[in-house]
């Protein structure tokens, strides 16, 4: 809401009022986060944004296992399932095994219900024994 106020030299409105903001909440979910400058989970609100979870495996179906396995946890820390995942990033050194573990990834979201999504291939992570990190946003409401 504006308020303006009628002067004898013109119109003086002030800046519009917002209700109070929520403060942004955020969860370590290891020591390392602060050794390296960032932090795994922040709430906003009723969104949360996961940083990247990295994962490797013998193969890519293991990866996408171990990601979408650590992936639950963290959801289920915040009483949240797959179903509120609403946007995913992932990013492989090999697409082309990405591609091929889908059916890992899709029985992960059982309801059907999948997150707008974008795949990334890169030359690599910051781990290099790393072949998959994925991000999420997800809606708690």
Known sequence: M???SLLVSG???SSPVHAAETPLERHQ???WEADIGYTGVVRDGDTLHVSGVPCRGKDMRAAVQTCYGELTKILRRFGADSSQVVKETAYTTDMDALV???PERKAFFADGRYPA???VQVSRLFNAEDMLEVEW???LK
């Open 2 to 4: 504006r308020v303006c």
């Open 11 to 13: 119109l003086l409105c």
């Open 29 to 31: 979910l290891g020591s």
């Open 100 to 102: 091929q573990a889908i």
């Open 117 to 119: 999504a974008s795949w």
């Open 137 to 139: 946003t997800v809606r």
